[in-house]
């Protein structure tokens, strides 16, 4: 059983900045890959980043990409993701979660890979 829990979301005005952090339990953090998506209100989930096991490949969806980075810290069993430029249409609730077999597809965003998440965190941004 692996828990997640995300933390970081806020308000905060257009162009602005934040970051999102997601702790996970577990003794075998490394070998998980780890996503973000997002859900806003009235719209399907969507991919927003994965990053593979050891940190080396991350992938973003198109309208992320030069805005938002993911990151991890496998010695905290943490992962981020650091968001800038902020724009309204980011509002959402954004979730974190593990795939302990990593795939290239869930590297892609197939969110039918991942095994556990989080209970997300709620990002606002204002115009």
């Known amino acids: 059983q692996v828990q997640l829990v995300e933390s970081g979301g806020g308000l905060v005005q257009a162009g602005g900045s934040l970051r999102l952090s997601c702790a996970a339990s577990?003794?075998?953090?490394?070998?998980?890959?780890m996503g973000w998506f997002r859900q806003a209100p009235g719209k399907e989930r969507e991919f927003v980043a994965a990053?593979?096991?050891?940190?080396?490949?991350?992938y973003y969806a198109d309208s992320m990409k030069g805005r938002f980075t993911i990151s991890r810290d496998n010695a905290k069993n943490t992962v981020y993701l650091q968001m800038n430029s902020l724009k309204p249409e980011d509002t959402a609730v954004y979730y974190c979660?593990?795939?302990?077999?990593?795939?290239?597809?869930?590297?892609?965003?197939?969110?039918?890979?991942?095994?556990?998440w989080g209970q997300g965190t709620q990002v606002t941004v204002s115009s």
């Open positions: 979660a593990a795939d302990l077999h990593p795939t290239i597809q869930s590297m892609r965003g197939d969110d039918r890979r991942y095994d556990y």
């Open positions: 577990g003794r075998t953090f490394s070998t998980y890959a």
């Open positions: 990053i593979s096991p050891t940190g080396v490949s991350t």
